[in-house]
């Protein structure tokens, strides 16, 4: 706590009325940060008597006040002396929509410090008078967020030097063609291997045919709830790439393995568990990942590749998916998504000040499990119809009543969620039923107290 906020007397305010026998400062935006940042990672905290004077739960916020100015002694007489009066600056979000847990697939929940960093950074970056929002791409301070971001992703994926990174537009499902249009030529036959365990993965091999010759490696899943067993697989040695992905977001499918390609180039799709665990980058020739799961908002999708691949792009490719293009000009041919990445890199920040991967991996396998295990030990109220091997940590689909679903219970389930401030958790439109996305910033009493509505839940309605 810095000292001049010591000397502050913060109130609480109501639906836009002030208490009548003192007027209101208002707080500039730092403030508020300030009272944000210091309030945010601890949970024991339900009012902010540390702040004296203050008496108030922070539960009926609307908005604060502060009574003197910070810094300066306090007026006892005439406390709005030191005020200024701007009311389009007085109203600061309540601080019920934190009572809000998003199980959401994607865009998803962003860490709360991340979000107030950026809050508070918004209209004024740096000092700099303006916004990321309004900076030039080409600017120096542009140039130090963009490598900023960069070698921390290198630093937490320990991406070795032979590896481009590039910060990309399109999303995933541009991916879906970036990838073919750059590797399919890798190899004379034109031809790729793909793993297809889900939505994603179905849609990049229905797009990469439109470039190549794909090869499906298995016969085709009548369910996505499993990945068929490597030794089935058929791959063809000519194949300039096998590709998976290793989080199916829709089925909640994951590879908790890296597939054998006998020297075939592998691509894998992280976009729904990329910093979720460690990874060995040097096993894959391109990993990439739309970052609005794990790392950030939507917007910009990051692609990893090996130097060696680059230049060997289809003519037909357009030149904002020509990785030689792209990585030649460190992500900045044209304007690249200046704001999105800039949350990257604040998101990467955090994951690095958390402990990096393998802290990421030990925080979802707890939470995963938790919810995991209370649907194994429901006698079937719960279930999820992913075989045990792949379920993923990310994404934990459940049917609630019976196999297929009752639909009224489900939908009560969600209602009742809904009433406990739990949102995200309706399945994906083509599958229904429940999901809960428990991905790097749901934290482990986020899972705790969803934990708690299952339970409650089935002892209700079993
Ligand atoms: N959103 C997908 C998923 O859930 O995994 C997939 O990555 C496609 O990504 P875009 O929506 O960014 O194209
Ligand atoms: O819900 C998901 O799995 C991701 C959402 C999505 O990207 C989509 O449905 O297009």
């Known amino acids: 706590m810095s000292a001049s906020m010591v000397r502050a007397t913060v109130r609480a305010v109501s639906k836009r009325r002030i208490l009548p026998t003192r007027a209101a400062l208002t707080l500039t935006p730092a403030a508020v940060n300030q009272v944000r940042m210091l309030l945010q990672d601890k949970p024991e905290y339900t009012s902010i008597d540390s702040i004296p004077f203050a008496r108030y739960p922070l539960r009926k916020w609307n908005c604060i006040a502060i009574t003197n100015t910070p810094g300066k002694p306090r007026n006892k007489r005439n406390p709005s002396s030191n005020l200024t009066k ?14 809000i847990i998003n199980f959401g697939a994607g865009p998803a929940k962003l860490p709360q410090s991340v979000l107030c960093q950026a809050q508070k950074e918004l209209v004024n970056y740096g000092g700099l008078g303006i916004s990321v929002l309004e900076m030039s791409h080409r600017s120096a301070d542009f140039s130090k967020i963009l490598s900023k971001t960069e070698s921390l992703l290198r630093e937490l994926l320990n991406i070795p ?40 993965s179905e849609k990049a091999a229905k797009e990469a045919e439109k470039y190549g010759k794909v090869n499906v490696v298995h016969p ?32 909640g499918v994951e590879y908790n393995f890296v597939p054998e390609t006998n020297g075939v180039v592998l691509v894998s799709d992280m976009s729904s568990n990329f910093l ?38 289809l003519n037909e490719c357009p030149v904002v998916f020509d990785y030689k293009v792209q990585a030649s000009n460190n992500s900045l041919y044209n304007t690249p998504p ?3 990445i800039y949350i990257m890199g604040l998101v990467l920040e955090w994951i690095h000040n958390n402990g990096g991967t393998a802290a990421m991996e030990t925080l979802n396998k707890q939470k995963s499990s938790m919810i995991y295990d209370i649907i194994s ?21 459940f049917r609630v009543g019976k196999k297929e679903g009752d639909e009224a219970l489900e939908k009560k389930f969600l209602e009742g969620a809904s009433q406990r401030g739990m949102i995200g958790l309706k399945g994906h439109r083509s599958v229904g039923g429940m999901r809960a996305s428990l991905y790097n910033a749901v934290t482990v009493e986020d899972a705790e107290a969803l934990a708690t509505y299952m339970k409650d839940f089935l002892k209700e309605h079993q």
Request: contains cysteine; proline residues 5%; hydrophobic residues 35%.
């Open 276 to 313: 979720s665990r460690p990874v060995d980058v040097s096993k894959y020739g391109l990993i990439f990942a739309g970052a609005q799961k794990n790392v950030g908002c939507a917007g910009v999708t990051v692609v990893i590749v090996r130097e060696d691949l680059i230049g060997h792009t």
């Open 86 to 99: 701007s009311t389009s600056e007085r109203h600061i979000p309540t601080m019920e929509q934190k009572t």
């Open 377 to 397: 030990s429901s006698s079937g109220f719960y279930v999820c119809p992913v075989d045990e091997a792949c379920r993923s940590r990310m994404n934990v689909p």
């Open 161 to 200: 030097d032979n590896y481009k990174v590039m910060f990309l537009q399109g999303g995933g499902s541009g991916q879906f063609s970036a990838v073919p249009l750059n590797l399919i030529g890798l190899k004379e036959d034109k031809c790729a291997d793909y793993i297809v365990t889900g939505t994603w």
């Open 338 to 340: 200046v704001f999105s």
């Open 220 to 251: 085709k899943l009548d369910s996505y709830t499993k990945i068929p067993e490597p030794c089935t697989w058929n791959l063809n040695p000519a194949a300039s790439y096998v590709y998976y992905c290793s989080n199916e977001t829709v089925h």
